[in-house]
């Protein structure tokens, strides 16, 4: 499978952005997917996962209750919503998948979001 994020940008602290991640090749449903972040001088880490349904979602407790990750399967697509973001968010964003109980081996190229205070 093939990923490309896109969506990111600057945005005020206290912002909005919805990231989406299109994804081509083998059938979108089969993968669990999810965001992960890397900020400057920082290792990546983990933001949110969805399930193949959509039906389980999991969160960073640092991003719980302000950001939503969703899934269209119609169109092979992942969103990340984030709202009331923080400087603190600023990073490259990446999306990623994989099949069931193996670990995420397929990475989209990153979109880059910038929180200003």
């Known amino acids: 499978v093939q990923l490309q994020a896109y969506g990111g940008g600057l945005v005020q602290a206290g912002g909005s952005l919805r990231l989406s991640c299109a994804a081509s090749?083998?059938?979108?449903?089969?993968?669990?997917m999810g965001w992960f972040r890397q900020a400057p001088g920082k290792e990546r880490e983990f933001v949110a996962s969805i399930s193949r349904s959509g039906g389980g979602t999991n969160y960073a407790d640092s991003v719980k209750g302000r950001f939503t990750i969703s899934r269209d399967n119609a169109k092979n697509t992942v969103y990340l919503q984030m709202d009331s973001l923080k400087p603190e968010d600023t990073a490259v964003y990446y999306c990623?998948?994989?099949?069931?109980?193996?670990?995420?081996?397929?990475w989209g190229q990153g979109t880059l979001v910038t929180v200003s205070s």
């Open positions: 090749g083998r059938t979108f449903s089969s993968y669990a």
């Open positions: 990623a998948a994989r099949l069931v109980s193996d670990t995420y081996r397929y």
